[in-house]
């Protein structure tokens, strides 16, 4: 809608590269996928726009795709120059420059503002406004679902009950043998969740296994929170045994 309010989450424009050092994945992996991959919230991210070049579908579902382009991508500009501010003024929880630096990382975020913008006009129907925990999506529609910057992000947003909604959402709309990956698991500020336990206790009693994936990538440990319905988990450890 013209004249929506900005949103209360930043908008980012992470480019492929990102997403696999994040998520803890890689070029060959996702474009060995058997379906789709959700990618929730997908900002102005230039995920679905790569990937495609790889033989990866991706589908990016975002409420701020309800508004149009042109300030679409001005929230992105915002969002730069957030991350500029964030990365000179909190260092500790950004990667070292030595791996990473600040201007280098941040022409990559301008590259896929573009690649994003440029996409979304030629593929609309890649970009689906929608939102957590409620999406427009059939029961197992992905082989891989992503969520990054959200549902821990934000705590004064989403709160125990709206996260357990979300992660539920998005296990929901994810192939049994496919996955969910989510991160960070802390929030702007680098604070852990402090109810994460309670948190995967809780999706346990749903049916939902989940388990804490370390990922070190460009100098930086992440945790990945990995979630699969529990027939799934079974399977995969079965196999891990072998």
């Known amino acids: 809608m013209p004249g929506a ?17 994040v998520f803890g994945l890689t070029r060959a992996v996702l474009g060995r996928l058997p379906g789709p991959v959700l990618d929730c919230p997908g900002g ?14 991706v589908i990016a579902a975002d409420p701020l795709y309800a508004v149009p382009a042109p300030q679409l991508v001005s929230l992105a500009r915002v969002g730069r120059e957030t991350m500029a501010a964030a990365m000179r ?22 590259r896929a503002r573009l690649l994003f913008s440029a996409d979304r006009a030629a ?6 406004a929608a939102e957590l925990p409620r999406l427009p999506f059939a029961d197992g529609a992905f082989a891989l679902t992503l969520s990054s910057y959200l549902l ?13 909604a979300g992660l539920l959402e998005l296990v929901r709309v994810t192939d049994p043998a496919g996955e969910v990956r989510v991160h960070p698991l802390h929030d702007g500020s680098g604070r852990r969740c ?7 206790s809780g999706l346990g009693r749903e049916g939902v296994a989940s388990e804490i994936l370390p990922v070190t990538a460009g100098g930086v440990a992440r945790r990945v929170l990995v979630l699969r319905a529990a027939g799934a ?4 450890r079965r196999a891990r045994v072998r």
């Open 152 to 164: 821990f992000a934000y705590p004064d947003l989403f709160g125990p009950q709206e996260q357990l």
């Open 123 to 128: 593929n609309p129907g890649r970009y689906v």
């Open 44 to 57: 102005a991210a230039g995920l679905a726009a790569e990937a495609d070049r790889i033989g990866c579908r």
């Open 233 to 236: 988990a079974r399977a995969v």
């Open 89 to 110: 003024d909190r260092p500790r929880l950004y990667a070292a420059p030595r791996h990473v630096r600040p201007d280098k990382y941040l022409r990559s975020w301008d």
């Open 5 to 21: 309010a900005p949103p209360a989450t930043l908008v980012t424009s992470r480019p492929l590269d990102e997403y696999c050092a």
């Open 194 to 200: 402090p109810h994460l336990g309670a948190l995967r």
